[in-house]
């Protein structure tokens, strides 16, 4: 049996309860500069319907009330977990101490007004009640008392700091008390010094001129040493300039050769760095000699082509005619003799190579010799160091999501790719192309004074990479992925280059070379399964990394099929093409927006394949 206050009531207003504390939070939270409403989660929210059951609106309005008053002295940064804080304040609101005896008259009043109740379920409702409440009060009291003796510990342990602060303060001052007696006792004692030599002049003014006196001999002093530095710096100039004058003479006397001293000359300036930092040399190896000062000298024209052509013939051991002075050569070794002095020198064969590359002697001059059938395993080299693969495989798992931080839709955005087997590309001749392409477009660019726009970020990790390997990415140089459907392929690559004229069909941003700055794009063609297939242990992935000259690019602002090279951009040929993800690419449906950064080449020379990844994706 129910009521007339049961089952019709609250059918009706099943919705009203939530609604009814929804506006007491937003009340609360319009008066509360500290809450807001992401503290009132499903916990504080399930205590408030709790006590709108019991109570009704006065007794939820009082509870919120009481959390009010107990957080407006606080700030956010007070509490740590403003919800479970809320929780307690609710768990221990008794609406008798904070001055609801009204809510308690209602509380009774609801509890007795169901037609059902019977006077032993009263009773024990009653006594539950009463129970709930003491240990209430008893947990809330125990928690004063914990708080305030936290404060007074607190309060104890700043007081002694203060307390040791003023100890040493004290100690201080009275060591500075002491000082201040001793220099008085001092300045006394020299007052009546000086009054006896000076028989009873004045001691300070004595004192003055004494002090001018030898201000003025240290400055006469410092001016002296001065003048002498000056002469002796000149005359070292002058020495050295007529020693320079007297070898040159002896020189020409020797052998006559005025050609050779010219290119001598022509040599040392080669030297000198370029805007560009690196050095303007004929040849990209050449051979130096150490100097008098551990620098490294680059022998003359003539000098170099000789010892070039005398080591590439197979010859350990020679000898060069430099300034009509004949020294004996050990390519071997790696020194030089002067036949006539017997002075040794090192000589070494510079190679304009990355540091990366981590050439040995052995290795660099088999640059130089024929490599027939061993040109494959010269040039790509499987990685054996565990820390390369792994940062390898760090690098592609980081640079899954967009460089702003947006994960990607693709079916590859949710991979983890492990890397199984890797090689390092050590390709002399590509290498030298794509520095040549790198100098040729700062050449241009300066030439028509134009500064390229600068490349947007390709990601941390991409980013971090490249800088390791000393890529130029002030200079519009990035480094980027490449996927490949098989590993024959990659090894293509590795020896002749990237290559746009072998396409198949033309991309949608032209008929050039594609690079990605996120793993998940490249992965769509790594391997031949098709874009959406996952690289796996029957068919595992094949991706690149690659060193790209973008130079001077342009942003595509849609598809532009048939380009066979880049627009104009400011009356300037473009280097590449850049597409930025949100562009429309012509594609329909949720295809039809650029989800990845695409980088766009058009001259085989532009690029350079860093590493040689194979993967799969789990």
Not at 151 to 158: F, H, M, V
Request: hydrophobic share 35%.
């Amino acid at each position: 049996m129910l009521g007339p206050s049961g089952p019709c009531e609250a059918g009706q207003g099943s919705a009203r309860p939530k609604e009814e504390v929804f506006e007491e939070i937003q009340h609360v939270l319009k008066q509360s500069p500290v809450l807001q409403l992401q503290f009132f989660d499903f916990r504080v929210r399930q205590h408030l319907h709790a006590l709108f059951g019991t109570g009704g609106r006065q007794r939820l309005k009082a509870a919120l009330t009481m959390v009010h008053a107990r957080t407006m002295h606080r700030t956010r940064q007070d509490v740590k977990n403003w919800p479970a804080y809320l929780v307690t304040l609710l768990k221990n609101f008794d609406p008798h101490r904070e001055g609801g005896s009204e809510l308690g008259a209602t509380k009774v009043k609801s509890r007795g007004s169901s037609a059902t109740t019977t006077p032993e379920k009263t009773e024990r409702f009653r006594s539950e009640a009463e129970s709930s409440d003491s240990e209430d009060d008893a947990r809330f009291e125990q928690g004063l008392d914990v708080q305030k003796s936290l404060e007074d510990e607190g309060k104890l342990l700043e007081k002694t700091k203060i307390n040791r602060l003023e100890g040493r303060l004290l100690e201080k001052q009275s060591r500075v008390d002491d000082l201040e007696r001793k220099l008085q006792d001092m300045q006394a004692h020299i007052d009546s010094l000086m009054a006896v030599l000076n028989g009873g002049a004045d001691p300070q003014n004595q004192l003055q001129r004494a002090v001018q006196r030898l201000k003025e001999n240290e400055e006469d002093v410092v001016r002296l040493r001065e003048e002498n530095e000056k002469l002796s710096r000149l005359a070292q100039t002058w020495q050295a300039w007529v020693d320079h004058l007297e070898e040159e003479l002896q020189r020409v006397g020797d052998s006559g050769d005025l050609v050779q001293i010219k290119e001598d000359l022509t040599a040392r300036l080669a030297t000198r760095e370029l805007a560009s930092g690196r050095p303007a040399q004929r040849d990209e190896e050449r051979w130096q000699f150490q100097g008098d000062s551990g620098e490294w000298v680059p022998f003359p024209e003539r000098a170099n082509q000789e010892l070039m052509g005398k080591f590439r013939q197979g010859l350990w051991h020679c000898e060069v005619s430099v300034h009509g002075k004949v020294y004996a050569i050990n390519f071997r070794e790696g020194w030089q003799i002067n036949q006539r002095t017997g002075k040794t020198r090192w000589i070494r064969c510079f190679f304009d190579v990355p540091i990366h590359w981590k050439l040995t002697i052995e290795e660099a001059f088999q640059f130089l010799t024929p490599a027939g059938a061993n040109f494959v395993a010269r040039t790509v080299r499987p990685v054996r160091d565990p820390l390369i693969l792994f940062r390898l495989q760090g690098v592609l798992n980081r640079s899954r999501s967009r460089h702003d931080g947006a994960s990607c839709w693709c079916s590859h955005g949710s991979s983890s790719f492990q890397v199984l087997e890797a090689f390092q590309v050590k390709n002399l001749h590509v290498w030298r192309r794509y520095q040549r392409f790198l100098q040729s477009i700062r050449e241009k660019h300066h030439q028509l004074g134009i500064s390229p726009e600068a490349c947007p970020a390709v990601g941390d990790a991409l980013t971090e990479f490249a800088h390791e390997l000393q890529v130029d990415q002030a200079g519009n140089e990035r480094l980027l992925l490449h996927g490949t459907r098989d590993l024959e392929t990659a090894m293509k690559i590795a020896l002749e280059g990237f290559d746009n004229r072998v396409r198949e069909r033309p991309g949608l941003y032209g008929q050039g070379t594609y690079f990605a700055a996120q793993t998940c794009k490249s992965a769509q063609y790594a391997t031949n399964g098709g874009t959406h297939y996952k690289a796996s242990s029957e068919m595992m992935g094949t991706m690149l990394f690659a060193r790209v000259a973008i130079g001077h690019p342009f942003y595509a602002e849609g598809p532009c099929h048939e380009r066979t090279r880049p627009p104009e951009k400011y009356a300037v040929r473009a280097d590449s093409i850049i597409a930025m993800p949100g562009i429309p690419n012509g594609l329909p449906g949720r295809a039809g927006l650029q989800g990845h950064l695409e980088v766009v080449t058009f001259d085989p020379a532009q690029a350079y394949p860093e590493f040689i990844v194979r993967f799969i994706e789990n």
